[in-house]
C-alpha cells in the first residue's frame, strides 16, 4: 500500500532554514504529482506547493520565492526547502499524494484533491 513518511522538522528561528523530506513506497513515484500541506493550530489544513511528473511547480502566495519544492525520482523522496522562515509558517507539514483526476496544473491545491497523507512533521519557528 502507499506508504508516505515524513522527516525533517524542527524548531528554528525567524529568518532561518528547514529541509522537509518525504520518503515514499508502495507504488510508482514518477508517474504522479505530490505536494506539501500544512495545518496550524486552530486552523484548515492548506496547499503549500506542489510537484508535477514533468517537475514543473505551483506554490502558495504565502510561501512564494521562500520555499523550494523538489524531488529524486531515483530515490522516491520528495522535499520543501524552506528558507526565511517566519513564525506564521508553524505548523503541522504533510507530504500528500495528489490524485490521478486532478494531476494538471488547473486544478486547484486543497485537500480534497489529496489520495494519501504522511503522517506530518512538525516545523515550529519563533520570533
Known amino acids: 500500500q502507499v506508504q508516505l513518511v515524513e522527516s525533517g522538522g524542527g524548531s528554528v528561528q525567524a529568518g532561518g532554514s528547514l529541509r522537509l523530506s518525504c520518503v515514499a513506497s508502495?507504488?510508482?513515484?514518477?508517474?504522479?504529482?505530490m505536494a506539501w500541506f500544512r495545518q496550524a493550530p486552530g486552523k484548515e489544513r492548506e496547499g503549500v506547493a506542489v510537484i508535477y511528473s514533468t517537475d514543473s511547480t505551483r506554490y502558495a502566495d504565502s510561501v512564494k520565492g521562500r520555499f523550494t519544492i523538489s524531488q529524486d525520482n531515483a530515490k522516491n523522496t520528495l522535499y520543501l526547502q524552506m528558507n526565511s522562515l517566519k513564525p506564521e509558517d508553524t505548523a503541522m507539514y504533510y507530504c500528500?499524494?495528489?490524485?490521478?483526476?486532478?494531476?494538471?496544473?488547473?486544478?486547484?491545491?486543497?485537500?480534497?484533491?489529496?489520495?494519501?497523507w504522511g503522517q506530518g512533521t512538525q516545523v515550529t519557528v519563533s520570533s
Open positions: 500528500a499524494k495528489i490524485l490521478s483526476v486532478y494531476c494538471h496544473r488547473y486544478a486547484s491545491l486543497e485537500p480534497a484533491n489529496v489520495g494519501n
Open positions: 508502495g507504488y510508482t513515484y514518477s508517474s504522479n504529482c
